[in-house]
């Protein structure tokens, strides 16, 4: 993949009044990418999608699409396309009209612009629905229609609002699936707004989590998750433990910490990492803490007590009360060896690898 | 309790009728003494005719008296129905302040006692050196007419759904193209029924007519003045059943299209729901 920059957003601020919405978000979205805008409600990312997309304008700062500059530019005139929350299909037409909606103003002639409509319902899987009243569809091909009305176009970018948030859990997993695909049967630049960090991981090549109105961290899925900028990031993208650690001593690469309970630990130095006296976060993800069965034992091992369970089908939680840790740790174990007859009152052992325990910047 | 359910069907379904009786009978018998060669209005009738209604075009008053009306009710409903999109567009779409006062001034005509209303504009009218006119007569009816529009348009612009014209701009459209093949189709359907409605009001209004016309006379006028005269009692009830019928037919018409705007917005918001 060329690593050409398909959307640069610079020193994008939007306030309403006092309050920044948005506030001086930088950004580079490469061509071809599918690029996911990860958040809360609240986070700015709808903003940042609506300005890319001609809806609403930075108070200031630039944004610029394929090399041009999107200052005074209105949506019909931008080359982006997007697929809508509500996903906004016109009721009053069928599904073909819908499709062909923006086609109608190319001009083209009847037997090109009735080739790419039926091309792009059947990229969509919705061939033989053309004559369809758009009304009539329940939800999953309801945005099918909005997804091929958009892509019909042939966008540069392809805008998605929380595509997904109204489908249920079945049908949302198998669209993630099916967006992937399209995405890179089509080539297309993906924007895709979602408070849903399955989603994000799932999809992205790439994803900026942002809270409130700036963007906490750029980075692939698999850098987000095990390498989480901060406290917030990790606490977002699924669950994580944190112990407070004394910071012993630190270079440009790492940092040592005296942590309780994980005693001295030297870890990577986190990017945005600023030492906060001399305190720091430490952060472990559930299933980086393994169950020591029988008489198994490993380096680095914490004996603890078993307080509470969840039981979640092909996982359970366990709640362990270890000495020397403040606060219970969670422990996410397969069910394949049994944690799901671990009893609450148990004694535990669990391992972990130091190379597991993030720092992270509060 | 339950004694009481097993009762209450029983005389609640008689009173029921009986109001329906009440309501609908008087008007009923309308078209049923047009039909009758007496002129009085006495039942058994002596004999069937249609000579009223063929008298009706030969009376050159009662003409004039309909063309006014049309002139009247189609100036009434045009006027009538732009201002009440304007003031459906702005209650729907947008939140401001004292939103919900507003919206009660524009329906208060509604309840207001219809001959206060009259007797002040007519006041009002003639201060401002306006001579009585058909064109009074409209104005009168707008005021009349408004809040019915404004209720039938609300319904039909409530919950649209505003990333509908979004949609068409991302999509190149320009603000004209969306509004042509976007809004205008969402909500047409509301727009016709706000003509018909209102048509159908300012054809039968009475008070503000009689109180605000010149020497021109609209329908309403012209019936209350044939009231005068026994032996011209057929023709009014000739006329009366042709109005009675069409502002059935019209009203009728302007609720099918009423709810159909109603179910499109609606049905584009579903999905979302």
Known sequence: MPDKTMIEISHVTRSYGPFRALDDATLSIREGEFFSLLGPSGCGKTTLLRMIAGFDTPTSGTIAIDGQPMDGIPANRRPTNMVFQSYAIFPHLNVEQNVGYGLKRLRLDAAEERRRVDEALQQVSLTGLGKRGATELSGGPRQRVALARALVMRPKVLLLDEPLSALDKKLREQMQVELRRLQQAVGITFVLVTHDQYEALGMSDRIAVMFGGRIAQVASPKEVYQKPVNRQVADFLGGMNFVKAEVLAENDASITVQAPGFGKVTTEKPPLYSRNGAGATLGIRPERLRVLWDDATAPHQISGTVVDRHYFGEITHLIVQAPGFEKPLSVSETNNYGADDIPVGAPIRVAYDPDALVALAD | ?273
């Open chain 2, 1 to 273: 309790m339950k004694a009481l359910r097993s009762i209450m069907p029983s005389w609640l379904t008689g009173y029921a009728y009986l109001y329906l009786a009440f309501i609908y009978v008087p008007v009923l018998l309308l078209p049923v003494f047009s039909l009758n060669t007496s002129p009085a209005p006495k039942l058994p009738l002596e004999g069937v005719t249609l000579k009223w209604y063929a008298d009706l075009g030969k009376t050159p008053a009662m003409l004039d008296a309909a063309w006014n009306s049309l002139v009247v009710g189609l100036s009434a409903s045009i006027l009538s129905t732009v201002l009440g999109i304007c003031a459906a567009r702005a209650l729907t779409r947008y939140r401001f302040p004292l939103r919900r006062p507003i919206n009660g001034l524009i329906m208060a005509p509604l309840v207001l006692p219809e001959i206060i209303v009259a007797v002040s504009l007519l006041i009002v009218l003639l201060q401002m050196g306006l001579s009585l006119s058909l064109f009074t007569v409209v104005l009168g009816h707008v005021l009349v007419c408004v809040p019915y529009s404004v209720a039938v348009l609300t319904s039909g612009f409530e919950g649209f759904d505003r990333s509908l014209e979004e949609a068409s701009a991302d999509l190149g459209e320009t603000a004209f193209g969306t509004f042509r093949r976007v809004t205008l189709p969402m909500v047409a359907p509301a727009i016709i029924s706000s003509l018909l409605v209102s048509f159908t009001i300012s054809l039968d209004e009475f008070i503000m007519a009689f109180f605000l016309t010149g020497t021109e006379v609209t329908l309403p006028v012209y019936i209350w003045g044939q009231l005068r005269f026994a032996a011209k009692l057929p023709g009014v009830l000739a006329l009366g059943t042709i109005l009675l019928v069409g502002s059935f037919v019209l009203l009728t018409f302007a609720e099918i299209l009423r709810r159909r705007a109603e179910r499109r917005v609606r049905a584009a918001g579903a999905a979302h729901a």
